[in-house]
């Protein structure tokens, strides 16, 4: 039986995880990389966590932290693979079929359409046919999840996804620069005006009633303003534990994008091949 295509994801964070899940359950090899101290704020649902406790569990699949050289048992434990490596070196080893960035940055880290055979990236910071052969856009509306092969996707708009009906009350920035102290977990219920965290002698209180939908791990250094966690309205705690359905509809984009790609390369050859029978003659 032949290997399955591998794909290498960067990035681990809540719509990273949402897509890896969407790849594997389609039959891909999935690997991910990270950086050494992810800043996610959906923890609970989000494979960036195995990198501070090992192992990961999102909806019934685990991911584990991972060395290069373990790669191989650790997908044939039925765990996705998680390297710490902020450039992705590890696909000149690896050789993927497909690149995806997940990193979710609004800009272009350093993917180039070169580093596999197809490149993928997600959201504002790409151009397709320059930087990725496929963009798949992340603003929510209409368009939420289509990939684009010329051009790019919306620019960043600033405004939070909606949810409940909420998009900035619901979002906790950081009141200054310092080292966050979380005071409540993840699914934590909370009132309005509610103290939450600290950065450094300041506090963050909660604008809304709800759930900690996220918060960014306890003990990171943060920059005044910055994002470092949500509270959802619907009051939902297992909701804080599952894949965000804008990140499913993402995972789809991707799918599509790599069928459609896949399409395309194979017409490519076919459309070589009595080239290079007629050259041989």
């Known amino acids: 039986m032949a290997t399955p295509p591998t794909i290498l994801v960067k990035g681990a964070g809540d719509v990273a995880t949402g897509v890896a899940k969407a790849l594997l359950n389609s039959g891909f090899r999935v690997v991910m990389t990270e950086i050494a101290q992810p800043t996610t704020e959906r923890r609970g649902a989000a494979f960036s966590e195995a990198v501070y406790e090992g192992e990961w569990e999102v909806e019934g699949t685990r991911a584990k932290r991972t060395v290069p050289e373990e790669i191989d048992a650790t997908i044939a434990a039925g765990k996705i693979p998680i390297i710490v490596d902020p450039n992705a070196e590890i696909r000149h080893r690896l050789k993927p079929e497909v690149l995806v960035d997940a990193i979710m940055a609004k800009r272009n880290t350093g993917t180039k359409i070169d580093d596999a055979p197809i490149v993928i990236g997600l959201g504002p910071g790409f151009e397709a046919g320059r930087d990725v052969d496929a963009v798949i856009e992340t603003s929510e509306g209409p368009n939420l999840g289509r990939p684009y092969y010329k051009g790019t996707?919306?620019?960043?708009?600033?405004?939070?996804?909606?949810?409940?009906?909420?998009?900035?009350?619901?979002?906790l920035r950081a009141p200054g620069d310092g080292v966050l102290r979380t005071l409540?977990?993840?699914?934590?219920?909370?009132?309005?005006?509610?103290?939450?965290?600290?950065?450094?002698?300041?506090?963050?209180?909660?604008?809304?009633?709800?759930?900690?939908?996220?918060?960014?791990?306890?003990?990171?250094?943060?920059?005044?303003?910055?994002?470092?966690?949500?509270?959802?309205?619907?009051?939902?705690?297992?909701?804080?534990f599952m894949v965000a359905e804008r990140s499913v509809i993402i995972g789809e984009g991707v799918l599509e994008a790599i069928k459609v790609l896949r399409a395309k390369a194979a017409a490519s050859r076919q459309r070589e091949q009595p080239r290079m029978v007629k050259e041989e003659r």
């Open 153 to 171: 996707a919306q620019p960043f708009h600033g405004i939070p996804c909606n949810i409940g009906g909420m998009t900035h009350e619901r979002v």
């Open 184 to 240: 409540v977990s993840i699914g934590d219920h909370v009132e309005a005006g509610q103290v939450v965290a600290t950065v450094g002698e300041r506090e963050v209180k909660a604008n809304i009633s709800g759930v900690l939908r996220g918060i960014m791990r306890d003990g990171l250094t943060v920059k005044e303003d910055h994002k470092i966690g949500d509270i959802d309205p619907r009051d939902e705690k297992e909701r804080c």
